[in-house]
Structure formats: structure tokens, C-alpha cells
């Protein structure tokens, strides 16, 4: 599944991928997330926010254990952030029926709309409107680098963008949910385990900085004479690396408009979208402060500490453990728990907790550590161990 899935989106001068919300790309990764419910007789879903849900079982009649996770990606991302969460819900789907298994509460595969907020600037967008988190308003108006908002791309993509919103009753199907993704840093490398469950999600938030000046010639305006936002833009990155290792979090400038954007006119306007995590809301709040001095700051998201239910995730780790202990072919036969961590990415698991929903979280080893680009990576052999510890903490809960 994941070699079918490769070639959408994918830029072939960098091996990266593109696949916004909502765009040509994304509409493609849809159909096959529809392609493969039909192939094992799933009862597919779409809600009001686009988000796409594939049902064993009938979750009107009580609420289900929901696992998968998104398929759009950042500009440039890697193969396995999003995709490997949902091909591994349907390996794992495939490993119960195998095993004769037959769920007594209903299971579903869930896909999450916009879940990197490439396009939009707004992370975990389709699980947000879901949840009320978002105001549908605010979602609508969001604009895209071409100009387009989210109300015009849902549109064209045949979607009413005023049915957007809060969701009670898609939101009362998910009992319990557990994401799978491959983990985005060194932490499983370091403990030499394939598999780990999440012990919480960091603090974490976005910021637009707006620096301004007066565009102007290049060559016939004197250094005296300029208001050139570059400058205040350029401090501005060079205090957030040396604020972050103070308040021990983590800060990155990694988006910039420069206005006009010409090489021979000076700026009239810089904008930068700063992104902070750290392991306490005060040390990020403290970090952003400081840096808000001389720039018009506004916030586009926050999520707070997700700390993940506890009797949830260590039920977990010990499935996972007895999976990992006793190999890739089933559960059972090992006694340690699993290794717990946790994460400075967010996710819509994340965004679930957060609302009330029992959610879970598990990690599958990445060799390099490196995510959000081509490099990211995954072996074969951890990956289908992460099939197998899904099947198993699914098999587990729907008990």
C-alpha cells in the first residue's frame, strides 16, 4: 500500500511531497483511501469537515475503537508521515480478519483532513473543526499563498463549505482512538525497540510576525535613509535561538513573505511564522514575548499539553511490549511494557485527548530520526511490527 501510495504527489526533482488539502493530490489520496474500504467491505464515511471514516461494524448502535491517522503532507515531506498511521489501519484490519477475529464493538479506520495545515497555516484543521476547536468562520477565511480560501477549495472539491463545524454526532462514534506514526526524532533508535507508545505531546503553538518598513530603491535610497524590516526580522531569528536554549524549548523560523519580494527594492513588509514547542507552556510563552517586540504577532494556533490518559497508554505499552517481546507474528509471551515518550509533534490524537476522547498513541521507529522530508524513513521489518502491535492493541480493546 505504501508503494501505491508513492507516486501521488510525489516531486521528482526532489523525491519530496506535495500534497496539500483539498488539491489535486489530496483529492487522489481520498479515492484511494475509498478504494481500499471497498475492498474489505467497509462501511465508508465522509463528515461535514471532510474527514474520512471506514466502519467494520455499526457505530450508530455504540461508540467504536478508531485507529488511523492523515494522507495530505508538508510541502516537501517525507513518505511515511500520515500514510504509514492509515496503511498500517488497514494491514492491521487485514491481521484480526485473519486471525478470524470478529470485534465486539465496532472498529473504524479513520483519515483526518488537513492535518499538517500546509496550505493554511492551520495544523490538525479537519479533527479542530470537528471538535469546536476551530471556529468555522476563522476556517473559512483562512487564504492559501494563491489567494484562495479554504470556502473555495471546498467548493471546488464539491464540498458545502457552510456545513464546516463542530460535529457531535461523528464525535460520539470514537470511544477510544490510537494513532500509529512513525516517530519524528530518536528516541525508539536510542532505546533499540521497533515500537513505543506516547506518553504526551508538547505544548505547542504558531505565530505570524508582521515587520514593517517602507518599500524603496535599492540603489538611490541611503542606509540612513531606510525602514527596512529586514532588520528587525533578522534579530528576531538570530534572539529566538538564543531565547529557546534559555527557556529550554524549541523555536524555528521556517516560513517568510518578504513584500515586494524584488532584489533591487528594500521590504516594505516581512512576514515570518514562528513555530515553539517546548516542554511547558510557560517557557513557550516566555519565548514569544520576548520576541514580540518590535513586530505586529498574532497567534494562528496553540494546543496545550496533551498528556495522554494514563491508564490507556500503559495498557498499551504492555500489548506492545508482549508483541515486540515475543516477536512480529503475534501478541503474547513478553512482560515488559513497551518504551513510553514523549513527542514535540502535534497530532490528531492530540487534538482528540484534548476533547474528551480516549486516545493513544503509537510510535514506530525511525532510523535517522529525520521527518517533515524526503530522508524520513522507516524500515520494513519495524513497520510491519508496528501492524502487528496495532492489531494486537486493537484486538485488545475491542474485547
Not at 42 to 58: H, K, P, Q, T, V
Not at 173 to 189: D, I, K, S, W, Y
Not at 280 to 295: I, K, W, Y
Amino acid at each position: 500500500m505504501l508503494e501505491e501510495l508513492a507516486r501521488i504527489g510525489r516531486d521528482p526533482a526532489t523525491n519530496g511531497y506535495v500534497r496539500d488539502s483539498w488539491s489535486p493530490a489530496d483529492l487522489e489520496l481520498r479515492e484511494w483511501f475509498r478504494g481500499e474500504a471497498t475492498k474489505r467491505g467497509l462501511d465508508l464515511r465522509e463528515d461535514r469537515n471532510g474527514n474520512l471514516w471506514a466502519w467494520w461494524g455499526d457505530p450508530s448502535r455504540q461508540p467504536g475503537v478508531v485507529t488511523g491517522s492523515h494522507l495530505d503532507s508538508v510541502r516537501q515531506g517525507g513518505a511515511f508521515d500520515g500514510p504509514l498511521g492509515v496503511v498500517s489501519a488497514f494491514a492491521a484490519l487485514d491481521v484480526l480478519r485473519g486471525r478470524g477475529f470478529s470485534p465486539r464493538t465496532p472498529l473504524g479506520i479513520a483519515c483526518f483532513t488537513d492535518e499538517e495545515g500546509a496550505r493554511f497555516g492551520v495544523p490538525c484543521v479537519g479533527s479542530r473543526l470537528m471538535t469546536g476547536v476551530l471556529d468555522p468562520g476563522k476556517a473559512l477565511s483562512l487564504t492559501d499563498d494563491d489567494g484562495d480560501t479554504l470556502s473555495d477549495v471546498m467548493a471546488r472539491a464539491g464540498r458545502d463549505p457552510y456545513r464546516i463545524g463542530r460535529d457531535d454526532e461523528t464525535l460520539a462514534t470514537v470511544g477510544t482512538f490510537v494513532e500509529l506514526h512513525v516517530e519524528q526524532g530518536r528516541g525508539l533508535v536510542e532505546q533499540g525497540c521497533p515500537v513505543g507508545v506516547a506518553s504526551a505531546i508538547w505544548p505547542h503553538g504558531r505565530w505570524r510576525f508582521d515587520f514593517r518598513g517602507q518599500a524603496n530603491h535599492a540603489g538611490t535610497t541611503r542606509l540612513a535613509d531606510r525602514e527596512d524590516p529586514m532588520l528587525p526580522f533578522a534579530r528576531m531569528v538570530l534572539a529566538a535561538r538564543e531565547v529557546a536554549e534559555r527557556e529550554g524549548v524549541v523555536a524555528t523560523v521556517g516560513k517568510v513573505r518578504i513584500t515586494p519580494n524584488n532584489a533591487n527594492a528594500v521590504p516594505g513588509l516581512v512576514s515570518a511564522w514562528l513555530d515553539a514547542r517546548g516542554a511547558t507552556e510557560a517557557g513557550v510563552r516566555a519565548l514569544v514575548t520576548e520576541l514580540a517586540r518590535d513586530a505586529d504577532v498574532a497567534e494562528e494556533s496553540w494546543t496545550p499539553v496533551v498528556d495522554f490518559e494514563h491508564s490507556l497508554r500503559d495498557r498499551l505499552a504492555l500489548v506492545v511490549g508482549s508483541t515486540v517481546g515475543s516477536g512480529i507474528g503475534g501478541g503474547g509471551g513478553g512482560d515488559t511494557p513497551a518504551p513510553v515518550l514523549p513527542t514535540g509533534a502535534g497530532h490528531d490524537a492530540g487534538i482528540l485527548a484534548t476533547a474528551g476522547v480516549p486516545s493513544a498513541m503509537l510510535f514506530v521507529r525511525n532510523p535517522t530520526g529525520v521527518s517533515h522530508s524526503p530522508e524520513e524513513h522507516a524500515e520494513q521489518a519495524d513497520c510491519e511490527a508496528g501492524v502487528v502491535a496495532l492489531a494486537n492493541v486493537l484486538e485488545d480493546l475491542c474485547r
